[in-house]
């Protein structure tokens, strides 16, 4: 007897891994990330349902309202074709249950994704790229590109086929403490990083005139504000200010608003000659 499963191949996985990479080219503000998601499962369902009501339904199904961090629809685009596949075959699964697992997935993928990539892998990535390029280096654009993209291509390649391979099981992995711990470790490597790279990023200089005395040699020696805090602990005032900012975003105090008063106090420090 014919064997007649219907299965995704290689090609179909592959497809859907390329067109992943155009998910947010139809944003919209009425239902997010719908039309890129139902542009992705394009392949998969084409495989696995024939021309017609079934296929119509399962395009109409991919259309609704999804949001989540775009790389780590991935995973989710390999457990909803898994359940496309199982419904294919054998029919027993209701649409209304892949719909309330896209709807359960996106939660928590947007809460891993978006401290682990936008937290900390992306700002890490652009301080080292922005201190090679602030000591003249070209290698720092360059790296922080091709390393931002490495890690969002293997993300989203290896998510998508480990989410198919392990269709409904990612749930239970989910559920367990490794993703939490995953993200915690991720947390505090990138802020171990950022705080390492703040003496090196932030610079204030205070050049206030503290002291000037004429040595034996007739040699007038002056020693500003600057010098003296550097005695007691070289990058206090970066740390103070990053500190405070910190302090001021817990606050809720909007980020915009911090860039132009740490400008206009910038310039106004210059103009008046209380900062260098």
Known sequence: MENTEKKLTKKDLNSMFWRSNFLLGSFNFERVQNMGFCFVMIPAIKRLY???????????????????????????????????????????????????????????????????????????????????????SVSGPLLFFLLINAIRLVTKYYGLTLGYEKGNEIIKEMAGGTVKKLTEGASIVGLFVMGALVSKWTTINIPIVATRITNDDGEVVTQTVQNVLDSIMPGMLALVLTLFVAWLLKKNVSPLLIILVIFAVGIAGKAFGFLG
């Open 50 to 136: 024939a021309p017609g009501q079934e296929r119509n339904e399962a395009l109409q199904r991919h259309l609704e309202w999804f949001n989540t961090q775009p790389w780590l629809t991935a995973p989710i685009f390999g457990v909803v074709s898994a359940m496309e596949e199982e419904k294919a075959n054998k029919g027993e699964m209701p649409g209304s249950s892949i719909a309330a697992m896209k709807i359960g997935l996106m939660g928590p993928l947007a809460g891993v994704g978006d401290p682990i990539f936008w937290g900390t892998a992306r700002p890490v990535l652009a301080a080292l790229g922005a201190s090679l390029a602030m000591a003249g």
